[in-house]
């Protein structure tokens, strides 16, 4: 150790500015890199989620429809899952009797259960395409079979879910 050496110039108190500009700058290339699989995530997120709650509710219509409360004939719907498009969420609905009925919308007589997802995701049962004029039905009869189409595509973005109603 030498004890007469002294310190020239001034001591480091910090970050200097072009180190600060460096740490900003990679911290805004690594957002604009996330950015597109943050998104996709999400979309994802909500076509697994819509496919869960119309799986959830065809299986609800086809429990209903083989304790057959509207005493429906063989053939004949027993119970229904209706899907229907609001200006943010679809709503579904699972109701006794035809999903057709006056009383399976909101508030009805004859709805059982009522689940919703995302309006954004695209929604299409049995080759039909759900919109504010198209309301999609299935309906099951006393046996638990549908009636109608049991395949579905959901579709947002990137992101896509197929399935069958069983």
Known sequence: MVPNMQFIGRAQGGF?????????????????VTIPFTSDWG???????????LSFGFSKARAVA?????????????????????????????????????GCVSGGTSVLWTGQYRATVATTVGGAT??????????????????????????LGGASEVGTFY
């Open 16 to 32: 200097s500015l072009v180190e600060w500009m460096v740490v900003v700058s990679l911290t805004a290339m690594l957002g604009l």
């Open 43 to 53: 979309h994802s997120a909500d076509c697994r989620t819509a496919a869960s709650v």
């Open 66 to 102: 083989m304790r057959n409360p509207a005493a429906a004939a063989q053939g004949s719907a027993a119970a229904g899952m209706k899907v229907s498009l609001g200006s943010s969420q679809a709503q579904v609905y699972v109701c006794r009797g035809s999903a057709s009925s006056t």
């Open 130 to 155: 759900l919109s504010k004029t198209n309301t999609l039905t299935i309906d099951v009869d006393n046996r638990g079979t549908p009636l109608s189409g049991t395949s579905f595509n959901l579709t």
